[in-house]
């Protein structure tokens, strides 16, 4: 703990004046007086490694930040075979304060252009001045901002340090104005560059830009590249389950409380959505699907063949489910005659006949959950959430536990302890390579014409495998409950050793 004297207390509260004594401290929305709470304002910009102003902050996966220079060396680590990508084999353990602690990959950090571009206004409003040598004056020249902060700069206050102040003494408004010149400069930053307006939630991606969390989210259903830079992004499904940027809410909340609380406001008085109106996607009880695979379809009944139709001349999407082969249905309903995870489809052409039967060619768009359901004319019609895969780390974390990696425990996995990830790909790529060789009924060169060559991609090979084997839906259900890569290759591995005891194919 410090005190005030030799930070620069000033004059006494018995040695102000009577006008000194009777100004009354502007009041600062949300509790932050610039005057009062000098000390943890400054905070905001310190690194909380080596308590210097943040210098290139870099956005770590867990939300925290920490200044390029102050991030471990990186080291290769063990245990990740999958992705076999070369920029995610580095990694280091979270230096931030705090309780994360976590292995990162090198790849899903990157400079934050926001948090850079404040620190800057920070440093420009509050490091401005020619500070004199007697630190006793300081805070009576300066204000209590700018004594703190230059004391951050020249290495003399630590991040965790607390500063005791003379809680008589009141400022003379230098405070106020400089806190009011950081907002101007600085809040124009903080504007997302989707919605144009303040940061809510912000999120920052690994290309180092900060997006309101909903609207990377919409823009990441129609494209995977970020909207700044161009650079690929991952699925919107992993946004929930990010991290929101710890630092740049923080400041949020201390130059902009009013603008960030009408956000809030206008969120949450958007109009309600009609319960009925969400019950928007047609659902196909009938077969299995997979994502990215192709699905031929005869359509036939009456019911799909209006359900057909009607997506056709419009989003030519549809779902695809199985029939309920369980005793319980979705969710906890018992008795639905479907299944509770499916696959979305989209129409690539349609051949109807004079009857109105139809042959259509679908593909695989996503997988999907029923969250609720009903009917429509006869046909099945359900409310969705999308389903995509565990994010990279997500994943990578799950292969480091199953080889019992950084976890201090021994293997508690199912899946085949010992085994990598990309071993398990091998696997079921030799194993379809040979199948073609020898040219075996399911590998076919119809089948192949029908559903392509095999997929060199680990996250696709299941689906192909599940597509062209003579499976039943139960097993191939399991890849479609399945959001691990890791899980979907060692089922499928699974399946290979049962063929290759029966060699039915000899």
């Known amino acids: 703990m410090t005190s005030a004297e030799g930070v620069g207390a000033g004059q006494s509260a018995s040695e102000t004046s009577g006008s000194q004594q009777q100004q009354q401290r502007q009041p600062c929305p949300n509790g932050f007086d610039p005057f009062r709470d000098a000390r943890e304002i400054v905070r905001l910009v310190q690194c909380s490694i080596c308590s210097l102003p943040l210098r290139h902050p870099m956005a770590l996966p867990c939300g925290n930040i920490a200044c390029r220079g102050c991030l471990p060396e990186a080291y290769v680590r063990r245990g990740v075979s999958y992705p076999d990508l070369p920029e995610r084999k580095l990694g280091f353990i979270c230096p931030a304060v705090g309780d994360c602690r976590k292995e990162h990959a090198l790849?899903?950090?990157?400079?934050?252009?926001?948090?850079?571009?404040?620190?800057?206004?920070?440093?420009?409003?509050?490091?401005?001045?020619?500070?004199?040598?007697?630190?006793?004056?300081?805070?009576?020249?300066?204000?209590?901002?700018?004594?703190?902060?230059?004391?951050?700069?020249?290495?003399?206050?630590?991040?965790?340090?607390?500063?005791?102040?003379?809680?008589?003494?009141?400022?003379?408004?230098?405070?106020?104005?400089?806190?009011?010149?950081?907002?101007?400069?600085?809040?124009?930053e903080m504007e997302c560059q989707v919605c144009y307006a303040l940061l809510v939630d912000p999120v920052t991606t690994q290309c180092g830009h900060t997006f309101c969390r909903q609207c990377i989210q919409k823009v990441l259903a129609h494209s995977l590249h970020c909207p700044s830079c161009r650079t690929k992004l991952q699925l919107p499904s992993h946004i929930p389950a990010k991290s929101s940027n710890k630092r740049l809410t923080e400041i949020?909340?201390?130059?902009?409380?009013?603008?960030?609380?009408?956000?809030?406001?206008?969120?949450?008085?958007?109009?309600?959505?009609?319960?009925?109106?969400?019950?928007?996607?047609?659902?196909?009880?009938?077969?299995?699907?997979?994502?990215?695979?192709?699905?031929?379809?005869?359509?036939?009944?009456?019911?799909?063949?209006?359900?057909?139709?009607?997506?056709?001349?419009?989003?030519?999407?549809?779902?695809?489910?199985?029939?309920?082969?369980?005793?319980?249905?979705?969710?906890?309903?018992?008795?639905?005659?479907?299944?509770?995870?499916?696959?979305?489809?989209?129409?690539?052409?349609i051949q109807v006949y004079a009857d109105g039967r139809s042959h259509i060619w679908t593909v695989g768009v996503s997988k999907f959950k029923i969250r609720k359901w009903g009917y429509r004319d006869d046909y099945l019609i359900a409310k969705v959430e999308r389903v995509d895969d565990f994010p990279l780390a997500d994943e990578e974390a799950f292969e480091q536990s199953?080889?019992?990696?950084?976890?201090?425990?021994?293997?508690?996995?199912?899946?085949?302890?010992?085994?990598?990830?990309?071993?398990?790909?091998?696997?079921?790529?030799?194993?379809?390579?040979?199948?073609?060789?020898?040219?075996?009924?399911?590998?076919?060169?119809?089948?192949?014409?029908?559903?392509?060559?095999?997929?060199?991609?680990?996250?696709?090979?299941?689906?192909?495998?599940?597509?062209?084997?003579?499976?039943?839906?139960?097993?191939?259900?399991?890849?479609?409950?399945?959001?691990?890569?890791?899980?979907?290759?060692?089922?499928?591995?699974?399946?290979?050793?049962n063929i290759e005891r029966i060699r039915w194919w000899v």
């Open 107 to 188: 790849a899903d950090c990157g400079v934050d252009v926001t948090l850079a571009k404040v620190v800057e206004h920070f440093n420009s409003v509050l490091a401005s001045g020619k500070m004199g040598s007697d630190d006793s004056s300081q805070e009576k020249r300066f204000g209590r901002l700018r004594s703190l902060y230059v004391l951050a700069k020249d290495g003399r206050l630590a991040y965790d340090e607390e500063i005791e102040f003379d809680e008589e003494k009141e400022g003379d408004g230098t405070d106020h104005q400089l806190l009011a010149a950081i907002k101007e400069a600085a809040c124009s």
């Open 252 to 349: 949020l909340v201390v130059l902009c409380p009013g603008e960030l609380a009408d956000r809030a406001t206008s969120n949450t008085t958007a109009e309600p959505q009609d319960e009925a109106d969400d019950l928007t996607t047609p659902i196909f009880v009938c077969a299995s699907s997979f994502p990215s695979m192709p699905t031929p379809l005869f359509i036939f009944e009456a019911r799909y063949r209006l359900m057909i139709q009607r997506a056709w001349e419009g989003d030519k999407l549809f779902g695809m489910v199985l029939p309920n082969f369980v005793s319980n249905g979705v969710g906890d309903a018992e008795g639905t005659p479907f299944m509770e995870y499916g696959t979305m489809l989209q129409i690539e052409s």
């Open 402 to 497: 199953c080889l019992g990696v950084n976890l201090g425990h021994p293997h508690s996995s199912p899946l085949a302890p010992g085994q990598t990830t990309m071993d398990a790909f091998r696997i079921c790529a030799d194993f379809c390579d040979r199948m073609i060789s020898i040219n075996s009924p399911w590998a076919s060169p119809n089948v192949l014409l029908t559903f392509g060559l095999r997929p060199e991609d680990p996250t696709l090979l299941p689906y192909w495998v599940a597509s062209i084997l003579p499976i039943v839906d139960q097993e191939k259900y399991r890849l479609i409950c399945s959001q691990s890569v890791r899980e979907r290759l060692f089922i499928t591995v699974q399946w290979i050793n």
